[in-house]
């Protein structure tokens, strides 16, 4: 069975400071992997995906995350944080094209100035 | 261009009424999806159209949930009759491809509080 694991419900960091937010994965076949960020009181938007090619994959407001195969891992990364960047993340998996998304628990992204 | 939007934004009924929710996906996009998050746990797929037909339906909770997507365009889901544990937040995407290789654009969401 499909499933995605964010160990941790939430990340605080400095403004600045660099910042990540894990994802493992558990799929069957290669999977495509995506990253979605809710702002308050807004709908879940898209920051990035991997499909297949190269293992680092770039976003919008500066995110990038990397595809680790043997640890099956998705990880969101920032160089340096943003008050603004403090959301809900959430990371999904999809064994299929057009397939359902499979989501993760979330994680709260806490950035203090 | 108008991104995916729901209807209501939040409704609180009572234990045994009825809710319908609406989702109007972006113009054009074929693929239309359900999912619903529970207070704090992961988010979940309810259902999967392609133009009006149930592409997958494997997430929907049981009979009383029925999802509508008459002539390919809007969407409905009817929970009858509606139980506490249905509360949460109903979420609606859209997508042009298959969602796994083109990403989907979701709505804002219906938090549905059942009393």
């Known amino acids: 069975a499909q499933s995605v694991a964010q160990p941790e419900d939430q990340v605080n960091v400095a403004e600045g400071n660099p910042l990540t937010v894990k994802c493992t994965y558990s799929v069957s076949g290669n999977p495509y992997l995506f990253w979605y960020v809710q702002y308050p009181n807004r709908g879940l938007q898209f920051l990035l995906k991997y499909i297949t090619g190269d293992n680092l994959v770039k976003g919008s407001y500066g995110f990038e995350a990397e595809f680790n195969k043997s640890q099956t891992s998705f990880h969101l990364k920032k160089p340096s944080a943003l008050v603004s960047d403090s959301a809900l993340y959430f990371c999904?998996?999809?064994?299929?094209?057009?397939?359902?998304?499979?989501f993760g628990q979330g994680t709260e992204l806490s950035v203090k100035p | 261009e108008a991104g995916v939007t729901q209807f209501p934004s939040h409704s609180v009924i009572e234990k045994g009424q009825t809710v319908t929710l609406r989702c109007d996906p972006i113009?054009?996009?074929?693929?239309l999806y359900w999912y619903r998050r529970v207070m704090g746990k992961e988010i979940k797929f309810l259902l999967h159209f392609v133009k009006e037909s149930k592409q997958d339906e494997s997430g929907m909770p049981n009979n009383r949930f029925l999802a509508e997507r008459t002539g390919g365009t809007y969407s409905t889901l009817k929970v009858q009759p509606a139980e506490l544990e249905d509360s949460g937040v109903y979420f609606c995407?859209?997508?042009?491809?298959?969602?796994?290789?083109?990403?989907?654009?979701f709505g804002q969401g219906t938090r549905l509080t059942v009393v």
């Open positions: 995407a859209s997508s042009q491809g298959g969602q796994g290789n083109t990403e989907a654009f």
């Open positions: 113009s054009g996009h074929d693929n």
């Open positions: 999904a998996v999809s064994r299929l094209q057009g397939g359902k998304l499979i």
